[in-house]
Nanobody
Framework: QLQLLESGGGSVQGGGSLRLSCAAS????????LAWFRQAPGKEREGVAV???????NIKDSVKGRFTISRDNAKNTLYLQMNNLKPEDTAMYYC??????????????????WGQGTQVTVAS
């Protein structure tokens, strides 16, 4: 089973950029469906982007065109490039993983492996 560790969060002004990383330890990283979720204070956790083992990706509509998910299987690392950040993007960001026999989607309950999260704060 994978263990996940996020990094790259911080505080930025609106319009700025950040790149989050999620380093994984364990076996068979390339075979997992990987995802980024976020949770703002007082709100439910929501899916932001997913990357399947086959290379397909899916991005939440509200961040499409601003966020890009990618993975480097040789480095066991998942990334989230975030551009043109807005105050409403402020949240704790988590990476998550599940085996590929699950559909690679935003269904939170199906993800059994989570990182500790990294905080992103966007000032207006």
């Amino acid at each position: 089973q994978l263990q996940l560790l996020e990094s790259g969060g911080g505080s930025v002004q609106g319009g700025g950029s950040l790149r989050l990383s999620c380093a994984a330890s364990g076996y068979a990283f390339s075979t997992y469906c990987l995802a980024w979720f976020r949770q703002a204070p007082g709100k439910e956790r929501e899916g932001v982007a997913v990357s399947s083992a086959t290379g397909s990706t899916n991005i939440k509509d509200s961040v499409k065109g601003r966020f890009t998910i990618s993975r480097d299987n040789a480095k066991n690392t998942l990334y989230l490039q975030m551009n043109n950040l807005k105050p409403e993007d402020t949240a704790m960001y988590y990476c998550a993983a599940k085996p590929s026999f699950w559909r690679c989607d935003f269904e939170i309950a199906s993800y059994k492996t989570w990182g500790q999260g990294t905080q992103v704060t966007v000032a207006s």
